[in-house]
């Protein structure tokens, strides 16, 4: 049974940096084929693909975004992370991580209930 | 970017009708098209893959299809529990995008 389940600092103030932590499991990152996704939806809005990070540590960043994003995996914990800097009111929104259907460029077949984020002063 | 435009925005329908929701590609995406359910404070879930591929333990009526860079997400014999906001996504190249979203009401 494939699982994930996202989380992070729920409230944090504009230019700090947001980390954002999925734990999974039912698969493994270390696997052929095998990829994590990070999307965002603020509130009532559509949905915003972010990164992604593959078995072999292969990154696609979402080029409106990717000067400030970082993914990064821990296979031996089951964990994916995404760090996002100098946040703005803008990035205020539920995250999703998913993982990505192999061989796919970005099929989710398994999203985590998401983890709601607020950026305010 | 590949753009995604889903229509319509909303659409109300009753139970045991049947509906159509469109997404239109702005280049060929070669049937990579995904079919998303999200329903109200919770994740949004994959109902068809490679525009006509239903997912496991997807109802049979819930179907993909699609003519040259149009696809459509049929939903046949609609269902109480159909009530949701459906997206579109291609997943043929980077980045990956969504349609703006399609909201389902049952009357």
């Known amino acids: 049974q494939v699982t994930l389940k996202e989380s992070g600092p729920g409230i944090l103030q504009p230019s700090q940096t947001l980390s954002l932590t999925c734990t999974f499991s039912?698969?493994?990152?270390?696997?052929?084929?095998?990829?994590v996704g990070w999307i965002r939806q603020p509130s009532g809005k559509g949905l915003e693909w972010l990164a992604n990070?593959?078995?072999?540590?292969?990154?696609y960043y979402n080029p409106s975004l990717k000067n400030r994003l970082t993914i990064s995996k821990d296979t031996s914990n089951n964990q994916a992370f995404l760090k996002i800097t100098n946040v703005d009111t803008a990035d205020t929104a539920t995250y999703y991580c998913?993982?990505?259907?192999?061989?796919?460029?970005?099929?989710?077949?398994?999203w985590g209930q998401g983890v709601m984020v607020t950026v305010s002063s | 970017d590949i753009q995604m435009t889903q229509s319509p925005a909303s659409l109300s329908a009753s139970l045991g009708e049947t509906v159509t929701i469109e997404c239109l590609a702005s280049e060929d995406i070669y049937s990579n098209l995904a079919w998303y359910q999200q329903k109200p404070g919770k994740s949004p879930q994959l109902l068809i893959y490679d525009a006509s591929s239903l997912q496991d333990g997807v109802p049979s009526r819930f179907s993909g299809s699609e003519s040259g860079t149009q696809y459509s997400l049929e939903i046949n014999s609609l269902q109480s529990e159909d009530a949701a906001t459906y997206f579109c996504q291609q997943h043929h190249d980077y980045p990956p995008t969504f349609g703006g979203g399609t909201k389902l009401e049952l009357k």
């Open positions: 990070i593959w078995w072999d540590d292969d990154k």
């Open positions: 998913a993982r990505i259907a192999s061989t796919t460029v970005a099929l989710f077949d398994y």
């Open positions: 039912g698969f493994s990152l270390s696997t052929y084929g095998m990829g």
